[in-house]
């Protein structure tokens, strides 16, 4: 059974539809007892980072993930859920992350060359790095959305796409995955990725 | 590196698709549902819906159509169509829309655009401009194109972005429906004053259409079309083997 964290942020809707298309039991939650009660955790996420580390906090659900990762339970941070696992983020100020995965989120502004245009919004394609989620993912397209990302996850760095540099598509370490693109808009590549999460 | 994105758009009336389709092995052609599932599974990189209906029994059909679209086809979703205030941009979002469109209603409120940017993002929202020469300089149109708004395109597609239109979506009436090519002249113009995504809209009849496009202005990120691949005259497979001979970069 798959919980998807409830924490404020963002629409729900696509990525639970999308679990439900794969014939997963899938709910949405925020409730520590009810998602405790999932094998598989979704940290969703859309919008700054500030706002949604703080609601993560607010709500009481940053050290429940923190623990639920510890316990070797497959977690899987989507997009700004992702960023969220890292230490430290730098978009408008530092704000401190989960600290899950080693690595701070950093603006892509200044870091890619420019004429290329922020946010990277589209379809590109994954170069597989390591870890066992997206092996099979090598060469597909999925769909990104975002203007700032991973670095220093050396340790973690599963996938990478390229946008003028490398930029961190995926990470993996243990249980802990995270994917900077939305699997669940990602037509077929998108779904396999969570349909594999949903068998480990 | 990032693709080229080719976009149907689907007008829908009273929660049907608007104009005959033409699809083998389709059951329903003018099901929203079915014709956004064949597209998805046949290349389409982005759907958008548009709502043209009057009626609220017509937009209350189309939001419940909008639920089972999101809910079964996980590719992005803009839509578009009757969005005038946040509460519009808010009832499409919760029935999976991703990014939403919004034409006369930025025209009728222009602090529509940074309201719905302020709450969503800017990526969430697309401006879409209806635009035509009138004595030799480009104006924006409302209504579907049937009313001249006596703004400059340049200047109001500048002043959308500046508020936070995350995409912007150029729909030319000048080359709108004569299938004889996208207005490169008007596109380029817009691609000089904006470094958001850029979507060509209106004239595309033929493949090469397509391939002109992005030979020619490589900074338009995506194709639109609607009754070219509707009535099957554009396949998008084919269209998208064509585009990569042509060294033009797409998700096969």
């Known amino acids: 059974m798959v919980g998807i964290i409830d924490y404020g942020v963002g629409n729900l809707f696509s990525l639970q539809s999308s679990f439900r298309s794969l014939g997963e039991s899938v709910f949405v939650s925020s409730s520590r007892e009810e998602l405790n009660q999932a094998d598989h955790l979704v940290l969703p996420g859309v919008g700054a ?14 050290t429940f993930v923190k623990d639920q990762a510890a316990t070797g339970k497959p977690l899987l941070g989507i997009c700004l859920g992702m960023q969220l696992l890292f ?82 598509a995926a990470v993996e370490k243990g249980n802990v995955f995270g994917c900077q693109f939305h699997p669940e808009k990602s037509g077929a590549a998108g779904l396999e990725i969570l349909r594999r999460f949903c068998k480990l | 590196m990032i693709t080229k994105r080719i976009i149907p758009c689907l007008d829908v009336r009273d929660g049907r698709v608007v104009k005959g389709t033409n699809f083998q092995g389709l059951q329903d052609v003018a099901s929203p549902v079915e014709l956004g599932k064949f597209y998805s599974q046949n290349g389409a990189d982005e759907l958008v819906f548009y709502d043209i209906t009057a009626s609220a029994e017509g937009r209350k059909l189309f939001t419940d159509i909008l639920t089972r679209v999101a809910s079964t086809i996980f590719i992005p979703l803009t839509v578009g169509g009757g969005i005038h205030t946040l509460e519009d941009f808010d009832r499409v979002l919760k029935c999976g829309a991703d990014k939403v469109s919004v034409n006369s209603g930025a025209i009728r409120n222009p602090q529509l655009i940074a309201a719905a940017a302020r709450r969503y993002g800017d990526q969430c929202v697309v401006l879409s401009v209806d635009a035509k020469r009138v004595d030799g300089h480009f104006r924006v149109f409302a209504k579907g194109g049937r009313e001249d708004t006596g703004m400059e395109l340049l200047p109001w597609i500048k002043r959308c972005v ?39 809209s209106g004239g595309a009849g033929c493949e090469e259409d397509f391939v002109t496009l992005f030979h020619r202005l490589p900074a338009v990120d995506a194709g639109l079309a609607a009754s070219i691949f509707h009535f099957g005259q554009v396949q998008i497979p084919h269209l998208k083997h064509r585009l990569q001979e042509e060294n033009i970069l797409v998700r096969l």
């Not at chain 1, 980072?49 to 940053?62: H, M, S, V």
């Not at chain 1, 978009?91 to 502004?109: A, D, F, N, R, W």
């Not at chain 2, 979506?169 to 004053?193: R, Y």
């Open chain 1, 49 to 62: 980072f500030a706002d949604a580390a703080k609601k993560l906090t607010q709500t009481g659900l940053d």
């Open chain 1, 87 to 168: 230490e430290k983020s730098y978009e408008y100020g530092q704000h401190p992350g989960l600290g899950i995965l080693k690595g701070q989120v950093v603006p892509m502004e200044g870091r890619i060359p420019s004429g290329l245009k922020i946010p990277h919004m589209g379809w590109n394609q994954l170069q597989w790095q390591q870890g066992n989620l997206l092996r099979e993912s090598q060469g597909q397209y999925v769909y990104f959305v975002h203007s700032y990302f991973a670095q220093g996850c050396d340790d973690s760095l599963a996938a990478v796409t390229e946008y003028g540099i490398p930029i961190t």
């Open chain 2, 162 to 200: 500046a508020n936070g239109a995350g995409e912007v979506v150029l729909n030319s009436i000048d080359t709108d429906g004569v299938k004889q090519g996208f207005d490169l002249e008007m596109l380029e113009a817009v691609c000089g004053v904006v470094d958001v995504p850029v979507i060509a």
